[in-house]
């Protein structure tokens, strides 16, 4: 998300123009494709017109956006880090807040489902088994399993890139004395 301030609304359009291409040079010159680029139209705030305002200062603020879709993680990893280079070229990139935060999608989950059901019935299985052993018993075989909820959350607030997926479910086992 890029900002421009000022009283002339015709050379602000034309300063956030540059600033946007620059910024997409800059995704290009990252292995960026330019299909997973998109520019949103500027969003235009007349300062001088709300209604609450005592400001005093500049007329306009004009705030665009610009999204990456991309399958390419490290590559947008890799150039968010380098956001600095920007500063350079004279753009300042400003954190989108809570309103447009960087987000990570997980695609493929159909793919990993049967991997996260076998580890979670073997987890299961793994804690019957020392249920019966602490009972004295063996286990049987399984008498009704039901899969829970699926959850998919970052890893941590830091690495937002990085998914935990988990899964509950409930297994009851039959024991043999």
């Keep these: 998300m890029s900002k421009e301030l000022g009283d002339d609304l015709e050379l602000l359009y034309e300063a956030n123009a540059l600033k946007q291409n620059k910024i997409k040079q800059f995704l290009l010159s990252q292995g960026i494709l330019a299909s997973e680029i998109t520019a949103n139209e500027p969003n235009v705030v007349d300062l001088k017109a709300e209604q609450y305002s005592k400001q005093k200062g500049y007329r306009y603020n004009i705030t665009?956006?610009?999204t990456v879709t991309s399958k390419q993680v490290d590559k947008v990893r890799a150039f968010i880090a380098r956001q600095g280079e920007l500063l350079r070229r004279g753009v300042a990139i400003i954190n989108g807040g809570y309103e447009n935060p960087v987000t990570y999608d997980l695609e493929g989950f159909a793919s990993l489902k049967p991997k996260i059901m076998e580890e979670a019935i073997a987890n299961a299985e793994k804690t019957?088994?020392?249920?019966?052993?602490?009972?004295?018993?063996?286990?049987?075989k399984?008498?009704?399993?039901?899969?829970?909820?699926?959850?998919?959350?970052?890893?941590?607030?830091?690495?937002?890139c990085?998914?935990?997926?988990?899964?509950?479910?409930t297994i009851t086992y039959s024991l043999k004395d």
């Design 64 to 66: 665009s956006i610009i």
């Design 128 to 140: 019957a088994a020392q249920f019966a052993k602490n009972s004295h018993s063996t286990l049987d």
């Design 142 to 160: 399984i008498i009704t399993a039901d899969q829970g909820l699926f959850s998919i959350d970052n890893r941590d607030t830091n690495t937002p």
């Design 162 to 169: 990085i998914k935990k997926v988990r899964v509950v479910t």
